[in-house]
């Protein structure tokens, strides 16, 4: 622990990796015990082979943890307001991009949770109907004014810490696998190479290597999707139907347990499956790679948290049962997962300290009722668990799990808003509690996690695009089924509307995306007034090494 402790305390954000760059070996001596730092080895690596350390890793700054505590975490009484600033020089870009994102999406929310209130507690008598599809076009053009508002706050978040986007997004990210830079280091191998020196030649060799990395990527995207269709579609659509034709509530909570336990399982095997078949990809970079297995695994918890929603509404029309589920999803299943999100790093530090408590008591030889404090402060941090995603976390970091909740209450509101439109308010109630529970278990609960480069959120924007697109389809396969009651699929006015309205939506949509600009004006006038100063600049240093060679000669 001692050697821990030295490490953090010396290195607060990153260890420096020393290399051994004499003619011979080092001889090292810790504890009483030799060993040889080899010529152009990693003293860390060295260190962690011999057990001196155990693991690396930034240390909470108490003032600033304190100061986050007061003002973000325990400041309840302000909503959604968080000092986005001060959580991104605290944990860096990454994490302040996420908790950005999730106080604008709740701050949107209000609007069409009050529509929904009212809409839902209401009595209009025979206008109610008429109210759904009116609520179905306001949702919609909702949810893709505040996608392409989200880009634009993005944008104006990434001038203002002084981001440029053009830039690569691996500075500061974590390289671990030479895999994840193998399109790179294939095309500067191309580059060396004296047989392709024409630019035709090697300009056809890139594009070899571009398309062989495409098939690699569209190859393992298949075996994912078959894996779905052909595994989890039959168990899921078996299990929806069990459950419709239960007779009892405990056959019924019989086969939901049964349900969890295999789908658990099933869920972490085909994400260990997903992180191999990548290390295979030819991703540019680390965060293509994320990119990449997060479409994979998103696919199965789609699976997993809609077909039987799908099945309950469209096979059975069972609107009743949709939302008895709807509510068990939003609202007991998210705060289970709040509670468990919480409680189990606790309780896993708890335990932690528990057994370095008694292990310090027998050294010594104390008896039971003496007291023991754990000397170091970073000895308390090493025992709380790390900000890991729950699959790959060669890849993903706990920002995987927080966008994936999100992402799957996103579809859940969206795609079922006709049939619950009260599930946005429960959707605002469970992220205002999201916000200052996520902070808490950042600053308390887990170690401070080490900062990562992500200018935008990546793959999840593209989620929920695909989300709200698929929202489109399924409300109106929904106002069908409420509108034809007798099952008749007849084109009637009503039904012919439905369909004109679906088609009017996806024009709004892709419409809106082009109206509103995806970075505010003064953002553009900054970035164009930078790359001038930049072009300048450059400009200026060739016109001087010009003079400088025109003198020499």
């Not at 030479?178 to 580059?191: D, H, P, R, W, Y």
Request: glycine share 6%; hydrophobic share 45%; aromatic share 14%.
């Amino acid at each position: 622990m001692g050697s821990i402790r030295s490490i953090c305390e010396t290195a607060r954000w990153f260890f420096v990796q020393l290399v051994n760059k004499g003619d011979s070996a080092v001889t090292l001596t810790f504890d009483r015990k030799e060993f040889k730092w080899e010529i152009g080895e990693s003293l860390l690596k060295r260190m962690e082979c011999e057990g001196i350390v155990k693991q690396v890793f930034p240390l909470h700054d108490e003032t600033k943890r304190k100061q986050l505590l007061r003002k973000w975490a325990l400041n309840w009484m302000d909503f959604t307001w968080q000092p986005i600033d001060e959580v991104y020089a605290y944990f860096g870009m990454k994490i302040a991009t996420y908790f950005s994102f999730l106080g604008m999406y709740t701050r949107w929310l209000f609007l069409p949770a009050g529509f929904g209130l009212i809409l839902q507690l209401i009595n209009f008598g025979s206008s109610q109907l008429l109210g759904l599809p009116i609520f179905f076009a306001f949702t919609i053009s909702w949810a893709v004014l505040f996608l392409q508002f989200w880009k634009r706050k993005n944008s104006a978040l990434l001038t203002r810490w002084h981001v440029s986007y053009a830039v690569g997004l691996e500075t500061g990210s974590k390289v671990t696998d030479a895999g994840t830079n193998s399109f790179i280091q294939s095309s500067v191998e191309l580059e060396k190479k004296p047989v392709i020196d024409k630019p035709k030649e090697r300009d056809k060799a890139f594009q070899r290597e571009e398309w062989f990395g495409q098939l690699l990527r569209f190859r393992n995207d298949t075996i994912v999707v078959l894996g779905i269709i052909c595994l989890q579609l039959p168990f899921e659509l078996a299990y929806a139907h069990s459950y419709e034709v239960a007779d009892s509530d405990t056959m019924r909570f019989g086969l939901t347990a049964v349900y969890l336990l295999v789908i658990q399982y099933y869920t972490k095997i085909c994400g260990k499956i997903s992180v191999k078949l990548i290390k295979y990809e030819r991703n540019g970079s680390t965060e293509s790679s994320a990119d990449s297995l997060v479409y994979k695994v998103f696919g199965l918890y789609f699976m997993q948290s809609y077909i039987g929603l799908f099945y309950h509404a469209l096979v059975y029309r069972n609107f009743m049962t949709l939302r008895q589920v709807l509510i068990q999803r939003l609202i007991v299943s998210q705060v289970l997962e709040n509670l468990l999100e919480n409680s189990i790093p606790y309780l896993k530090y708890s335990y932690k300290k528990y057994r370095a408590v008694r292990k310090r008591k027998h050294e010594k030889g104390l008896s039971e009722g003496k007291a023991v404090q754990l000397a170091y402060r970073v000895e308390k941090e090493y025992m709380k668990p790390s900000y890991s995603a729950s699959t790959g976390e060669e890849l993903e970091d706990g920002l995987f799990d927080d966008f994936l909740e999100l992402a799957l209450q996103f579809g859940m509101i969206m795609m079922f808003a006709c049939a619950f439109p009260l599930a946005f308010a429960f959707a605002v109630l469970n992220n205002i509690t999201e916000i200052r529970t996520d902070a808490l278990k950042l600053l308390v609960m887990l170690r401070r996690p080490i900062p990562r480069a992500a200018a935008t959120i990546g793959a999840w924007l593209n989620i929920f695009q695909f989300l709200l697109v698929m929202s489109i389809c399924t409300n109106c396969a929904l106002l069908v089924c409420l509108y034809d009651e007798e099952g008749k699929w007849k084109i009637e006015p009503g039904l012919a509307a439905i369909l004109i309205m679906e088609h009017v939506l996806l024009l709004i949509k892709f419409g809106f995306s082009h109206f509103v600009p995806e970075e505010p004006a003064w953002v553009k006038a900054k970035r164009v007034k930078n790359a001038a100063q930049a072009h300048e600049m450059c400009s200026k240093q060739l016109r001087n090494l010009y003079s400088l060679e025109k003198k020499k000669d």
